[in-house]
């Protein structure tokens, strides 16, 4: 099984840089996940990572280390949309199956 | 192209009905999983399904039951329904298994047991 765990909320102010922190425990490991869902939406894919390293996508960057059961995702100068939770997610190699953490709200001020 | 349908986008019912919720994934898609969200639970697997065989399905008791029809689309059944069935139900599609491509979800339907 998995047990994910990512902090609960944080608080930025726009333009800023904010990192999701997200560890995990698996009993077989397929990649990892980070989607973004606004209030009252769908989640959104936004970074996929199953090698150790760090991938970059314009405003945001997703790590990971397989070793160390880590991966965060890193947010640069933050908009006013990028409130929203962003939800960590590990797939399973065995059975495919997507275990999410709780999920990470993030509120940016201006 | 068309992202992933769900509907009904809400429904009520009362405690003990059954209800079935339909999902219909982008096209080319093979591969259906659903999950049920709340705000105490965060999203919770219920289960895959591909090429119209469940392949995964997670700690729900057996009141939870789906299908999915040789055209992938995709249904999911809840009968007996409690109060704690109340939740956003969301289906998430997928070119395949393992796909690295990431699973795109549908906007959800919100249950609502009275």
């Known amino acids: 099984g998995q047990n994910i765990d990512q902090p609960t909320e944080m608080t930025a102010t726009e333009g800023a840089i904010v990192q999701i922190n997200c560890t995990y425990q698996?009993?077989?490991?397929?990649?990892l996940f980070w989607y973004q869902q606004h209030a009252g939406e769908a989640p959104t894919f936004l970074s996929y990572n199953v090698l150790d390293g760090l991938e970059e996508k314009g405003r945001f960057s997703s790590f990971l280390s397989r070793s160390k059961g880590y991966s965060y995702l890193l947010l640069k100068e933050l908009q006013m949309k990028d409130s929203a939770s962003y939800l960590c997610?590990?797939?399973?190699?065995?059975?495919?199956?997507?275990?999410f953490g709780a999920g990470t709200t993030v509120t940016v001020r201006a | 192209k068309a992202g992933v349908t769900q509907t009904p986008r809400y429904l009520i019912k009362t405690r003990g009905q059954q209800v079935t919720l339909s999902c219909s994934p982008i096209?080319?898609?093979?591969?259906v999983s659903w999950y049920q969200q709340t705000p105490g639970q965060g999203l919770q697997f219920l289960f895959e399904?591909?090429?119209?065989?469940?392949?995964n399905k997670g700690n729900f008791p057996g009141r939870f039951s789906g299908r999915q029809f040789s055209n992938s689309r995709s249904e999911m059944n809840v009968s007996t329904l409690e109060l704690g069935d109340s939740a956003l139900y969301l289906c998430a599609s997928s070119l395949d298994r393992g796909s690295f491509y990431g699973y795109t979800f549908g906007s959800g339907t919100r249950l609502t047991v009275v």
């Open positions: 997610a590990v797939r399973d190699k065995d059975d495919y199956k997507l275990s």
């Open positions: 698996t009993s077989g490991f397929n990649g």
């Open positions: 096209s080319g898609h093979r591969s």
């Open positions: 399904y591909f090429s119209e065989t469940q392949r």
